[in-house]
């Protein structure tokens, strides 16, 4: 079982790139959830998934983040145009059955904007 | 805003003492989680109590909820220099319908001098 996938582990994008970040679940989990990390900060939540769907994307900036979960493949987190101030860690997050058991998270991508 | 939050910021002890962390947080839960975070590294889920819940143990964790108070303690003893790491409370709380996600503090950073 190898745990929530996170690609890449660091990206270094310039000003106006795009960013495309990766996360495979666990398998037999099917919610997916993004949060973003600022340095000293805790996780700031930016979208829920279910495959093929999104389900709560409340804490996602309007413009520029999208988000994808699709049938096949990687949950995507991707981020168009990217500003200095994207610069963070985004982490990823796995359940099952999230009232039971919690949240397994995958190690993280460290977005540094040049 | 930010629903759960932690006390201390930073807490500093020796080797075999006992660590004490707090958490706050505003609205109703279904439950609330801790989390564990190495510098650098993913989130790892620690121990879940539900709203019904007072008290949880874990190994050497132990856990209260006081859902009138609002509030949760975290329990290491017998601390090692590798507990050394943030902390997290994490809060599950309804937002309608079956949006679920949760919150998290800013954490409290422990450190362990052997």
């Known amino acids: 079982n190898a745990g929530v996938m996170q690609n890449p582990r660091h990206l270094v994008r310039r000003r106006g790139q795009e960013a495309r970040l990766r996360c495979s679940p666990m398998?037999?989990?099917?919610?997916v959830y993004w949060y973003r990390q600022l340095p000293e900060e805790g996780l700031k939540f930016m979208v829920y998934?279910?495959?093929?769907?999104?389900?709560?994307e409340s804490g996602m900036p309007k413009e520029r983040f999208s988000a994808e979960f699709p049938k096949e493949g990687p949950s995507i987190l991707r981020i168009q145009q990217v500003v200095r101030g994207d610069s963070a860690a985004y982490f990823c997050?796995?359940?099952?059955?999230?009232?039971?058991?919690?949240?397994?998270f995958g190690s993280g991508t460290r977005l540094t904007v040049v | 805003s930010q629903q759960g939050e932690e006390d201390p910021q930073a807490l500093s002890i020796q080797e075999g003492e006992n660590a004490t962390m707090n958490c706050s947080y505003k609205?109703?839960?279904?439950?609330l989680q801790w989390y564990r975070q190495n510098s650098g590294r993913g989130l790892v889920h620690l121990i879940l109590?539900?709203?019904?819940?007072r008290e949880k143990h874990s190994g050497r964790l132990r856990v209260t909820l006081d859902t009138s108070k609002k509030s949760s303690s975290l329990l290491i003893t017998a601390s090692r220099a590798a507990d050394t790491a943030s902390y997290f409370c994490?809060?599950?709380?309804?937002?309608?319908?079956?949006?679920?996600?949760?919150?998290f503090g800013k954490g409290t950073l422990l450190t362990v001098n052997p």
């Open positions: 994490a809060t599950d709380a309804r937002s309608g319908g079956s949006n679920y996600k949760l919150t």
């Open positions: 997050a796995s359940s099952m059955d999230r009232t039971t058991y919690g949240y397994t």
């Open positions: 109590i539900r709203s019904n819940e």
């Open positions: 609205t109703s839960i279904n439950n």
């Open positions: 398998k037999g989990h099917s919610h």
């Open positions: 998934l279910q495959k093929e769907n999104i389900i709560d």
